[in-house]
């Protein structure tokens, strides 16, 4: 591999996308960020890309940089460099990334999807420094997750090691948007602790909640913020969630056996309100010796994320 200080990193977004110019330290040295042209098509995504690389390189050589790193939501093969349909991306099928970026610029270009890159950015400078097995889980708008097993990043047989959100937990449980019932994501993730906030609204009319916002409005941001404020309707819809992604976590923990899960925007945000709970149900469901060995922990690198994870593409070898 290149020993070239720079590597240029893309992180792809429904909402935004971001270029960063960044060393071998993580230190970012220059970036650029804007709103997703998404509703113009994906060709206009990448004339974007393309223009946005173009300002963060300016002024250093190609011999300087030691390649582009891609994190993208899938589906997506990382081999062959090619994404395929994320939802939060419409239009875009079989969209050779990695060929147009290796056209425009003459550098190689790794692509990858976005958990993965993210766990290999909180293994290497985050909450999973020192790990030799650890698990991220993304936990907001969906639940993912990437895979560091032996030190290196384990992406499966075709792209599809780490859909922990996807495991089923409740049989003919609430329908996920993947098309299966009772799908962790469907329990969990930032939506459903909307939805069941909803379904609830009946049983608990003078929360505090409904003070911030409406059923049809709520958010699960609204629902952490009323169980900060101490409201318990929104600590009982908090728990609900937080003790199925500890089931979650529990079958993972008997497959994987890992030394440590970083959990993501949730976790970050409501802290103990949801890791008690979630630490609760793992005793419950996971192996006393798995647990012995295992810590749920928080992310650590918040906004950095995003930049470091496509950087870290480069610095996997």
């Given at each position: 591999?290149?020993?070239?200080?720079?590597?240029?990193?893309?992180?792809?977004g429904?909402?935004?996308v971001a270029?960063?110019?960044?060393d071998?330290?993580?230190?970012?040295?220059a970036r650029?960020?804007?709103p997703?042209r998404?509703g113009?098509?994906?060709?206009?995504?990448v004339?974007?890309?393309?223009e946005?690389c173009?300002?963060?390189?300016?002024?250093?050589s190609?011999?300087g940089i030691?390649?582009i790193?891609?994190?993208?939501?899938?589906?997506l093969?990382?081999?062959?460099?090619?994404?395929?349909?994320?939802?939060?991306?419409p239009?875009?099928?079989?969209?050779?990334?990695?060929r147009?970026?290796?056209?425009?610029f003459?550098?190689?270009?790794?692509?990858e999807?976005?958990a993965?890159?993210?766990?290999?950015?909180?293994h290497r400078?985050?909450?999973?420094r020192g790990?030799r097995?650890?698990?991220?889980m993304?936990w907001?708008?969906?639940?993912g997750?990437?895979?560091i097993?032996?030190?290196r990043l384990?992406?499966?047989?075709n792209d599809?090691?780490?859909?922990?959100g996807?495991?089923?937990i409740?049989?003919?449980?609430?329908?996920?948007?993947c098309g299966?019932?009772g799908?962790?994501?469907a329990?969990a993730s930032?939506?459903?602790?909307?939805?069941?906030?909803?379904?609830?609204?009946g049983?608990?009319?003078?929360s505090a909640?409904?003070?911030?916002t409406s059923?049809?409005?709520v958010?699960?941001?609204?629902?952490?913020d009323a169980?900060q404020?101490?409201?318990?309707?929104?600590?009982?819809v908090l728990t609900?969630a937080?003790?199925?992604m500890?089931?979650g976590i529990?079958?993972?923990?008997?497959?994987?056996?890992?030394?440590?899960?970083v959990?993501?925007?949730i976790?970050?945000?409501a802290?103990?309100?949801?890791?008690?709970?979630?630490?609760?149900?793992?005793?419950?469901h996971?192996?006393?010796?798995?647990?012995q060995?295992l810590t749920?922990v928080?992310?650590?690198?918040?906004?950095?994320a995003q930049d470091l994870?496509a950087v870290?593409l480069?610095?996997e070898d």
């Amino acid at each position: 591999m290149s020993t070239a200080p720079c590597i240029v990193g893309v992180d792809i977004g429904g909402t935004k996308v971001a270029c960063v110019l960044a060393d071998a330290g993580g230190i970012i040295l220059a970036r650029q960020w804007q709103p997703t042209r998404a509703g113009e098509g994906w060709q206009a995504v990448v004339n974007q890309l393309l223009e946005m690389c173009e300002a963060v390189m300016q002024g250093v050589s190609r011999e300087g940089i030691r390649g582009i790193g891609i994190s993208c939501g899938g589906p997506l093969d990382s081999l062959r460099g090619i994404v395929y349909s994320p939802p939060n991306l419409p239009g875009w099928d079989a969209v050779p990334i990695v060929r147009l970026f290796e056209e425009r610029f003459g550098l190689p270009v790794r692509l990858e999807n976005d958990a993965n890159a993210t766990a290999l950015a909180e293994h290497r400078f985050g909450a999973g420094r020192g790990t030799r097995n650890m698990v991220f889980m993304t936990w907001g708008t969906g639940i993912g997750g990437g895979l560091i097993l032996d030190g290196r990043l384990y992406r499966g047989t075709n792209d599809l090691a780490g859909e922990i959100g996807h495991i089923t937990i409740l049989q003919d449980g609430p329908p996920c948007g993947c098309g299966k019932r009772g799908c962790l994501e469907a329990l969990a993730s930032g939506p459903s602790i909307a939805r069941r906030a909803r379904e609830l609204a009946g049983d608990s009319p003078e929360s505090a909640l409904w003070q911030m916002t409406s059923p049809e409005e709520v958010t699960a941001q609204h629902v952490v913020d009323a169980a900060q404020a101490g409201d318990i309707f929104a600590r009982f819809v908090l728990t609900e969630a937080a003790t199925y992604m500890g089931i979650g976590i529990a079958n993972l923990a008997q497959i994987v056996n890992p030394e440590r899960v970083v959990l993501g925007t949730i976790a970050v945000k409501a802290g103990d309100l949801v890791l008690e709970p979630l630490r609760r149900a793992l005793e419950v469901h996971a192996w006393s010796r798995v647990r012995q060995v295992l810590t749920v922990v928080p992310a650590e690198l918040g906004g950095r994320a995003q930049d470091l994870a496509a950087v870290c593409l480069w610095l996997e070898d």
